[in-house]
Antibody
Framework: EVQLVESGGGLVQPGGSLRLSCAAS????????MSWVRQAPGKGLEWVAN????????YYVDSVKGRFTISRDNAKNSLYLQMNSLRAEDTAVYYC??????????????WGQGTLVTVSS | SYELTQPPSVSVSPGQTARITCSGD??????AYWYQQKSGQAPVLVIY???KRPSGIPERFSGSSSGTMATLTISGAQVEDEADYYC????????????FGGGTKLTVL
């Protein structure tokens, strides 16, 4: 069974940093793109970042470019999101998801249960 | 920036057919994907590549796409189908940057 388990969320002050982790199991982690998707309280879903199998390609939504860094450790079957210069608008549940990529598209299946990040003073 | 537009809410009685639309300029060239999110839970993929159904998803869920509009259809909606539904697609610049629609709250009562 494919499992994705996020951790590392919590309360952080504006301007602070946080590192999220996602532990993957039940599939060959190194064979898949991986992604982070977030959802602000009471709001819709927003794609945040993708990373290629070997980490050589990374893509970000404009609102986090230069502040967030996606990375992975295939030896540990783990995905990470380093979040710096956090803002109140980054408050959200952050989901880790396995990404499926074709020549024209990408999509997410399955998703973890999410970890809540709250940016507040 | 690219946008996908969904109606905020759709309401049907149990057993009726629910249709949720998603419009976007790139949909003639890009597939649409649909996610179901029940209260307090993570999203679940219910339709991929416009009309394909993942294993384990009931046959009452179907998808279609024509021009700039994709449609998720739930034939004979059940009370347990009440959830938020999100369409997703990638923009025309490539295959790595995606966008979700604003979501549609489906009420079945």
């Amino acid at each position: 069974e494919v499992q994705l388990v996020e951790s590392g969320g919590g309360l952080v002050q504006p301007g602070g940093s946080l590192r999220l982790s996602c532990a993957a199991s039940g599939f060959t982690f190194s064979s898949y793109w991986m992604s982070w998707v977030r959802q602000a309280p009471g709001k819709g879903l927003e794609w945040v970042a993708n990373i290629k199998q070997d980490g050589s390609e990374k893509y970000y939504v404009d609102s986090v470019k230069g502040r967030f860094t996606i990375s992975r450790d295939n030896a540990k079957n783990s995905l990470y999101l380093q979040m710096n210069s956090l803002r109140a608008e980054d408050t959200a549940v952050y989901y880790c998801a396995r990404a499926l990529v074709s020549l024209a598209d990408n999509w997410f299946d399955p998703w973890g249960q999410g970890t809540l990040v709250t940016v507040s003073s | 920036s690219y946008e996908l537009t969904q109606p905020p809410s759709v309401s049907v009685s149990p057993g009726q057919t629910a249709r949720i639309t998603c419009s976007g300029d790139a949909l003639p060239k890009k597939y649409a994907y649909w996610y179901q999110q029940k209260s307090g839970q993570a999203p679940v993929l219910v339709i991929y590549e416009d009309s394909k159904r993942p294993s384990g998803i009931p046959e009452r869920f179907s998808g279609s796409s024509s021009g700039t509009m994709a449609t998720l259809t739930i034939s004979g909606a059940q009370v347990e189908d009440e959830a938020d539904y999100y369409c997703y697609s990638t923009d025309s610049s490539g295959n790595h940057r995606g966008v979700f629609g604003g979501g549609t709250k489906l009420t079945v009562l």
